[in-house]
């Protein structure tokens, strides 16, 4: 599976963004899809991530409320609309695909098999 994030970029605080990330290749192997983050001098951290199937989310208690996850099967596309945007928020932000291969939680980069490269948003105070 191969993954494209896109959609990062500078706004003010308040402002809203949204991400995008197009599954290609052997998709059909992947069963979730999530969206990690990494900010200057921390780890990588969980933001959301989607089942394909049934669509079921799950959020960082830091971004509920102000980001909403969705996907498009017959498009192989997840997004992540980010609303209410703060300082805070400011990081790489990947996408990755979980296939079943790796066990554990939605919420562990561990899960997940395939990553895309990366989308920079930064936020503005």
């Known amino acids: 599976v191969q993954l494209q994030a896109s959609g990062g970029g500078l706004v003010q605080a308040g402002g809203s963004l949204r991400l995008s990330c197009a599954a290609s290749g052997r998709t059909f192997s992947s069963y979730a899809m999530g969206w990690f983050r990494q900010a200057p001098g921390k780890e990588r951290e969980f933001v959301a991530a989607i089942k394909w199937s049934s669509g079921t989310t799950y959020y960082a208690v830091s971004v509920k409320d102000r980001f909403t996850i969705s996907r498009d099967n017959a498009k192989n596309t997840v997004w992540l609309q980010m609303n209410s945007l703060k300082p805070e928020d400011t990081a790489v932000y990947y996408c990755?695909?979980?296939?079943?291969?790796?066990?554990?939680?939605?919420?562990?980069?561990?899960?997940?098999?395939?990553w895309g490269q990366g989308t920079q948003v930064t936020v503005s105070s």
């Open positions: 990755a695909s979980r296939t079943g291969r790796y066990g554990g939680s939605y919420y562990s980069e561990a899960a997940y098999e395939h």
